[in-house]
Nanobody, 121 residues
Framework: QVQLVESGGGLVQPGGSLRLSCAASVSRGSIDVMGWYRQAPGKQRELVATINGGGGNPNYAEFAKGRFTISRDNNKNTVYLQMNSLKPEDTAVYYC??????????????WGQGTQVTVSS
């Protein structure tokens, strides 16, 4: 019912910036919370940030506060993650996620395919 397509990952030097985008294609129902998680090699997937359906109430992991900004454009069904002051420890695959509700209000969680972010000099 939902397809998530991420873009914007890549290689960046420490201190640099990247903006990730995740576009959602929805055939029916509605998307509520959207967010970003990441998974570094050998580590568990962890929350980066989430944002509610109205584009408010952003929630950040401690490591993301002050450096990352999540936003969304509901006209485009797209969520963004602006990442500034990147550090080598931010290197990971970043996954977009969306909470989708069917017309009968059943909930499903969807994940994108992931986009690699590498922070290295």
């Amino acid at each position: 019912q939902v397809q998530l397509v991420e873009s914007g990952g890549g290689l960046v030097q420490p201190g640099g910036s990247l903006r990730l985008s995740c576009a959602a294609s929805v055939s029916r129902g509605s998307i509520d919370v959207m967010g970003w998680y990441r998974q570094a090699p050998g580590k568990q997937r962890e929350l980066v940030a989430t944002i509610n359906g109205g584009g408010g109430n952003p929630n950040y992991a401690e490591f993301a506060k002050g450096r990352f900004t999540i936003s969304r454009d509901n006209n485009k069904n797209t969520v963004y993650l602006q990442m500034n002051s990147l550090k080598p420890e931010d290197t990971a695959v970043y996954y977009c996620t969306a909470v989708w509700f069917s017309p009968s209000w059943s909930r499903f969680d969807y994940w994108g395919q992931g986009t690699q972010v590498t922070v290295s000099s």
